[in-house]
């Protein structure tokens, strides 16, 4: 089956220790409580599962049996990356350090495709533009990126302010003001107004915008994350059709599906939630497919740091969409595998174009 990562990161291909790879394994900041593990989760045991036979293991090898062998094989990291047999990636390079982009693409096999985040751009394009002309500035470098190849935009508002932003589109006296105040703050970029501005800025674009919505580290505040909040903005840029794809989601994947079924622009990404809810992720896919229509959701992986993310979400899907879609005639429960792994992300980014 062809599977096509359309949210993911750089991960690390080099060696890891042991701390450094149990670190990955959480999206907690802090050290784990005391008698306990990050990797003795379902994660950990997912990396066991499917990552363990990539470095010559069997299945559910032991985590230290697992950590001798990755130390042992200099090219772990690429081996991890090639066997998740993907047919492309879709990178955010708003999260820096690991490999680059043409090593990512060489240790998978697989063309990667870049992914703007808004916020980050914004950044870089202040530095130089001042408050009277960062709106003009942020538009040009955007459609400068989009320009040289990148095939669509992410939104961190999740992280920033939360989701509950008012929907409309900021007056440009009112994007002056912010972007003043912003500037003069020194602050990283939150004010709702500047984050409206992004967001009807890449909606002018034209391209996918991916939203983090659903857990994530604890810079984000859940409940604000819920997709739920984003339904006056789904409302307000139907007319544009530009396709809003909600990333991870959980735990209100549900509330995506909704969205999903609702809106003709919107659509949900099971990223984030294939890798941390691993063997569960069969429950989990199932309440996706529940509301959203197949054609409507998309798989990534949202792998970041460790290669075996990228393993892991690869496997685990495959595993899980063929048991959820077990009782069904085997020609229509391919064809619906198929639109999810690889086929609705091609059409809704383009990549055939
Ligand atoms: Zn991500």
Redesign the pocket.
Known sequence: MEVLDA???TVELGPLTDERFAAWCTESPWPPAPGTSFPDSRLGLAIRRWCAPALGLSPFAPLAEYAESRRSLPDAGARLLAAAGLSALLV?TG?TGGAALDELAAAAHAPVHSVVRLEQLAVSVAETAGGSGFGRSFSDALAAQLDAGAVAVKSIAAYRHGLDLDPERPGPAEVVRAADAWLRSGERLADPVLLRHLLWTAVDCGRPIQF?TGFGDPDAALLRADPAHLQPFCAATRSARVPIVL??CYPYHRQAAWLAQLYPHVYADV??AVTYTGARFDAVLAEFLELAPFGKVLYSS?A?GLPELYLVGAQQFRHSIRHVLADLPPGEAERIAGLVAAGNARRVYALDA
Do not use: A, S
């Open positions: 949210h993911c990161h955010d999260l983090h990333l991870h990223g984030l949202d970041y």
